[in-house]
């Protein structure tokens, strides 16, 4: 059997080149040497991946509930019943009373045509701000008019790099190369974390900060430089707006304050302080962790703007990368013109709450690309929602804790089984993945799905083209340069939009084009009460609810995807597990004011010893650790706070003991 290239949809930063080729024993891929950017190999979920495209626990035909089960049902019956279900909703309450729950389970171009489909129907009840990254997110399109990173293979012209609550190691395995290369060229590589993660073996300094209060720590460094004088005042002069108004809310924070506050002792506030002033260019990789908190925008603010005032941002080596958003407006757009739609859209911290108390009612959703009842925060009142709709729509390609609680469930083909093209946040590349099977049993490819839907409500005229169509049409404005869809078979293509060094040319997209410190747009939308870190809680709640409850990404793992069903595991520092007499391998009760659960004690002294970690992505029960986490919004981007929760521990059967 042949190789053909295919690329990784995960929604990982990676973005991988395969290899892939179906053989006796099952789909086969492999890393692509010639690769710049992921140099050849491939990390345990790539291989996740194909190992269940060719398992038995894929979904092969419509199944529709019967009771406590499914039946299987032909396709002419699934369709049927969609669209039966949609005019339902339409009748009796409008579009509104349908909620299409989607996120990025796939990277692929074609996938947002699940998205136009419910635009056909003049726009349904959708979540709006984000599960992952939009704290941040919101916070450099604030501060620098967009999200703009450099290109990974500009790191190793830096003099420090610090990775700033990621841990490269486990989210995002093929930036390592580049930061190994640049330690090898003499970068001292930091890294500041609450949790001594897989990424700080590798580092030079490692910083342990009190979860919640990196805005403070930020402040606090840039007190420093202030004082010392540390500034790179001819590119604050020249680029940066606001230094007065910045300069005022530094002066809270001196050595001492932001010592207590952060846990970072003066001493070592300083010597990074002297860093980020004297040994640049400096590069300072943003992870998502320290955004999933209510003050998260604010957290991100500080830190670009620490970069902006030691002159690290537009030069090569330095920079604050968060993502980029270099492919907007490059593609042709699969949604319809949002002139004459009228969507109802619901923050995704608070669809839930919302649901329940809708007016018009939601009576009907279609979940793509997600699985809710996991990722979700405040799983309780997720359940209630979910159970509160009269008929639930699930396609997912294997079972997921929400399929399973759905009345009807659609199986489509992988990304192995159909094509697509692949062009994400953090690669610079733009990737086909080139059909390399067909689909198991009766799974179809989405497109084909939402297509046959839509001529069964008369919608046929919004999708009037096959698969390879619509890839040809969201390429057409990169074809007139040359990025044509033979191309793209030949191999990656790097953007050629894409520069080495972000914002290079100075001139950043803010109002004022310079990076805005403050500005009345800021102002307005992180309003009154901004938290430059998370305040400790009153004595009486921290008698209650003593421990700071993380939640991170595990290594294996994609999410609620591939994981192993072995339970919840509650990572504890040593001091922590002693104070409550618990072993390693002991069961623990984990409570929040949310909800509870039971885990497996893992005695780790990686662990900050005011905070619980539990993975998220397991499940037990039909829920995972989101049982424990409240729907709260974050000050930016309405985006989920999920690290902003607070948790005891006891031992199960322990009445009170804490
Ligand atoms: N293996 C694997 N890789 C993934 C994913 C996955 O599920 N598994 N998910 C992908 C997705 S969708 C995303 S969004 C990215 C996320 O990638 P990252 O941003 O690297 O990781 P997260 O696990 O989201 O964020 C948690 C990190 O932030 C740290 N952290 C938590 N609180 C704080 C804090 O207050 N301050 C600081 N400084 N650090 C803090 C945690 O210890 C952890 O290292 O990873 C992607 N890559
Ligand atoms: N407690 C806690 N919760 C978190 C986080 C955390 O750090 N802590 N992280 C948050 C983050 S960063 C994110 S990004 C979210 C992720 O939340 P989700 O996106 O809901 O997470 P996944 O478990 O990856 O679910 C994706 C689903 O899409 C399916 N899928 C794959 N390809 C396709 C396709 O082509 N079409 C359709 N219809 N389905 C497909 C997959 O099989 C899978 O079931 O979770 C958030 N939840
Ligand atoms: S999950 Fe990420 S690192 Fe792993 S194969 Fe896919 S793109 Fe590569
Ligand atoms: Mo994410």
Known sequence: MVEVRSACPLNCPDSCAFWAEPTEQGLKVRGDKENRITRGFICEKGRALANQASS??????????????????????????????????????????????????????LRALDR???????GVTEPRGSMCWGAGYRAQELDFGGVYSSSWTDLPHAKTIVLWGKDPAVTHPHLMPFLLEAKAKGARLIAINPLKVKSAKFVDEYLQVRPGTDGALALGLAHILLSEGWLDLPFVRERVLGLEDYAQRVKAYPPERTADITGVAPAALRAL??????????????????????????????????AAVSGNVGRSGAGVHYAHQYHRGRFNSLLLPTEGLHP???????????????????????VTRSNPLVQQPDSYLWREAWQSMRFKVVLDWVMTETARQADLILPIASVFEDEDIIA???????????????????????????????????????????GREWLEYAIEPLAAEGTTLERLQEGPVWAPYIPEVAWADGQFLTPSG?????????????????????????????????????????????????????????FLHPQ??????????????????????????????????????????????????????????????ESTAYYDVRCALRKPGMVGGK
């Not at 136009?116 to 003049?122: K, P, S, T, V």
């Not at 859209?345 to 279609?366: G, K, T, W, Y």
């Not at 009153?538 to 991170?552: C, M, N």
């Not at 659960?597 to 397991?618: D, H, K």
């Open 344 to 366: 109802r859209s619901f923050p995704h911290a608070q669809i839930a709450e919302n649901i329940l108390r809708a007016d018009p009612p939601v009576q009907l959703a279609v």
């Open 576 to 637: 922590t597990a002693a104070k409550h007499y618990l072993w390693q391998g002991d069961r623990v009760l984990v409570e929040t004011a949310w909800g509870k659960l039971t885990a497996v004690v893992q005695v780790s002294e990686a662990i900050y010893p005011e905070a619980v970690m539990i993975p998220e992505g397991n499940t037990e029960q039909g829920l995972g650790v989101n049982r424990l986490i409240p729907g709260r919004l974050s000050d930016l981007g």
């Open 116 to 122: 136009r489909f419910f635009q056909a129907l003049g």
């Open 273 to 306: 302080a002297r860093t980020l002033g004297h040994e640049k260019p400096v590069s300072i990789l943003l992870g998502y962790g320290l955004q999933r908190y209510t003050n998260g925008g604010n957290t991100v603010r500080a830190i670009d703007a620490l």
């Open 56 to 109: 038995p626990e894929r979904l092969y035909f419509p199944l529709l509930r019967e009771g406590q089960t499914f039946k299987r049902i032909r396709w002419d019956e699934a369709y049927a019943r969609f669209a039966q279900e949609i005019r339902q909703t339409l009748a009796e309450v409008g579009p509104w009373g349908i909620l299409h729950h989607y996120d990025y389970g796939h990277n692929g171009v």
């Open 514 to 570: 310079k990076i805005e410190l403050s500005s009345a747009l800021a102002a307005k939308e992180l309003g009154d009460g901004v938290a430059d870190y998370v305040p400790l809680q009153s004595e009486s709640e921290l008698s209650v609810f003593p421990y700071l409850l993380l939640t991170p990404h595990l290594g294996k793992a994609l999410h609620s995807q591939f994981q192993e069903d072995e339970g919840f595991k509650a």
């Open 424 to 466: 994400t946040s953090w690669s610079p590349l733009i990737q086909y993945a080139q059909k390399v099977m067909d689909p198991p049993g009766e799974a179809k490819p989405e497109w084909e799905i939402f297509t046959e839907c839509a001529k069964r409500l008369g919608l046929d005229s919004h999708f009037p083209y096959s």
